[in-house]
């Protein structure tokens, strides 16, 4: 089992993962004229113990998208933020693997395009459908 200087590595490492993603997401948003509101979001993990994470609530003119981040011990991966839509309340899962970002359907079913500016703004599309 990795040491406690290793958590603690490793969340600081998550923590700027999570900060530079939610950077781009606001300047995506920014582009489109959307609204966004910054937060920070207390977890709670085994081994790493609580740490804040920043988190987003974004406002377009058909839907209300919350940027939340879930953790950095998730299976199979390096962390997850969830992407859930208001008022629908569908879910798309951003995954940290293989040192990338990777979205993923609710049911796990791998999204066909990168990650990526064109991809937020086409999935935020679709969730508004």
């Not at 939610?22 to 609204?35: A, P, Y």
């Not at 804040?52 to 390096?78: E, F, K, S």
């Not at 995954?95 to 937020?120: C, I, N």
């Amino acid at each position: 089992m990795p040491d406690r200087n290793d958590w603690a590595q490793k969340r600081d490492h998550w923590i700027a993962l999570v900060s530079s993603l939610m950077d781009d997401i606001v300047r995506w948003c920014e582009q489109h004229g959307w609204s966004v509101i910054r937060s920070t979001k207390r977890v709670s993990e085994e081994h790493i113990g609580e740490y804040d994470v920043p988190a987003l609530t974004i406002h377009t003119p058909a839907i209300q998208l919350h940027i939340d981040p879930v953790g950095l011990n998730i299976i199979g991966a390096q962390g997850r933020v969830d992407i859930l839509a208001y008022p629908s309340l569908n879910r798309l899962l951003l995954v940290r693997k293989d040192d990338q970002w990777m979205l993923f359907t609710e049911s796990r079913v791998a999204w066909p395009q990168d990650w990526g500016s064109e991809t937020f703004a086409k999935i935020t599309r679709s969730l508004a459908a």
